[in-house]
């Protein structure tokens, strides 16, 4: 009985004597083994256009990554096409000769075109988000990155693929030569996932959530315990300082001082409240938010003029330049108030567990509103709700609909929100036709868009009760899965002020260069990518101007946030 070969088909050599004999299988190798003609072809392709602008600009160490992974993710996918036609068809030698020939001939000029528009297209880009050019000399950086990059994938790839046709032959001793190969993929593909899943992702995440813990038992620079009563953390607060967390020691020592809140609003003003509940305050969601809603008797915040529920980001983070906004306008007549559920970063958080920025957002606005509507009505304090990124997630999913937001505060500021949210989603799917999806129009209800804090300041109509701000290079907001195989709205039609002609859709690779842009959304100035920081002004003006209020002053006041 003829024995099982664990190999492609061998080739017959002729012998003397007219028999024939197989040849012998050649060794695998992780190194000597040639590329795949088609996989190197659509490796140069993705190569190039890893280099095509996206919505945020890269440094050059950031391109030579993505220029690097691009490049083998096209490799794998070029490789698997290869496979998939020599399965029907073997092409001959001759074919394979000249296929390589054309590709030496055209990858080299064709790499070096977009090695020059690709820095073309990083300066244009930076200029139009008001940052500094890049150096030209970082090109050769970028290459040499990217080609590190590929390289170490490829290895890996390689050394996975030997051990899959060492198992075969293992197998082989067992099975049919099909059956055996088919056996040593699944066994390498399920060890990769398991090496991959159990030890790298979850040692990743438990780094990350150790590393993170350690952070927010810190406290920041500069930062010192308040004395004032009207500071969570203070000897008279039922917080404890130690409770509240590095973000939310943040949060209630970095309100305005009685001298600048004075300077900017020419008259007497009052010492503003901020209180905050870390994860270790109280045990549960529940007892967190009733402990907040007894701070705000105990300091007396539903006398003030403005109360405010802030849903911060996966850390716990609120950008200062939010509540500070509306201290200023109020001349510190305010009470804010915010609760950590998490201290992992947003991108964790939302990948891992979006169920606990719900709990905590229902839990704190739901005890805050029930306490305040059970006021006189004449009597009530005016209630806004803020949420940024992961916030604002966790602000829709309390209230449900579009229609609840609006009768349920008399104010709701939403910060570039995400692609799961649901409301947004809905809003944006039902606007008015023939408006840009990064600028909807939706006139029933009183909701306001803005892709340019600055378009607030003359809106025509009443006056909205939600207002979402979603720069129109915000990753964040317009990163999506089906990025992967569809060409998104905002990229169709006019574009947003932000978002340069030069981007195109290319399936894979769009939605791989956005997921990037989304992790580095906020190393960008003011007013574009995820940074939003002092067009809160805007946004509050728009939503809750106090008496007398002008767009001189929302001018002022963004100037003063802007020069620090």
Known sequence: MRRLVLAPPRPWIPTQRGRVIAAAPPRRRVVSCGLSVTGFGLCAVFYCLSYT??????????????????????????????????????????????????????VPPLILLFLWLGTRWQRDLRLRLGMPPQQEYDLMRTVGISLLTFGLLLLVARCLRLAAH??????????????AYC????????LSYTAFDGLLVSNLYTTADRSAAVTDSGTGRGVER?????????????????????????????????????????????????LYAGLSSAGSVTERAGLLVREMDRTGAFGRKVIAVFTPTGTGWVDNDVPSSLEYMYAGDTALVSMQY???????????????????????????????????AGHRPKLLIFGESLGTYGTEKTFGSA?????????????GPTFANPIHRSLTAGRVAGTPV?????????VEF???????????????????????????????????????????GTRGPDVTPAMQWYPVVTFWQTTVDAIFANKVPTGHGHVYKSGAVDGWAALAPPPGWTVADTVRLRALFDSD
């Open 450 to 492: 803005s892709s340019r804090a600055e378009e607030l300041r003359d809106l025509p109509g009443p006056q909205p009760k939600v207002v979402y701000m979603q720069n129109s290079s915000d990753p964040v907001v317009w990163w999506s899965p089906s990025l992967f195989w569809k060409k998104p709205q905002w990229l169709s």
């Open 226 to 274: 308040q004395m004032s009563p009207l500071r969570s953390g203070s000897p008279a607060s039922l917080v404890s300082w130690e409770s509240l967390g590095r973000q939310g020691r943040n949060f209630v020592a970095k309100a305005p001082s009685h001298d600048q809140l004075a300077a900017f609003a020419r008259r007497p003003v009052a010492e503003p409240i901020r």
């Open 53 to 106: 602008p996206s919505l945020l600009p890269r440094t050059w160490s950031l391109q030579g990554v993505v220029a690097g992974l691009t490049a083998a993710i096209g490799y794998a996918l070029g490789t698997a096409i290869g496979a998939l036609v020599r399965w029907r068809w073997w092409p001959s030698r001759r074919a394979e000769r000249i296929a390589w020939r054309v590709l030496f001939l055209l």
């Open 342 to 376: 998490s201290y992992l970063p947003s991108v964790i958080s939302f990948a891992a567990d979006r169920s606990k920025v719900v709990e905590a957002s229902s839990a704190l606005i739901t005890a805050v509103r029930a306490r305040w509507a059970a006021m006189p």
């Open 166 to 179: 060492g198992l075969a032959r293992l197998f082989g001793r067992l099975v049919p030569e099909s059956a």
């Open 183 to 190: 056996a040593g993929f699944v066994v390498v593909t399920l």
């Open 438 to 446: 990064w600028d909807p129009s939706y006139p029933s209800l009183p």
């Open 403 to 415: 229609s609840a937001m609006v009768s349920g505060a008399d104010g709701i500021l939403l910060e």
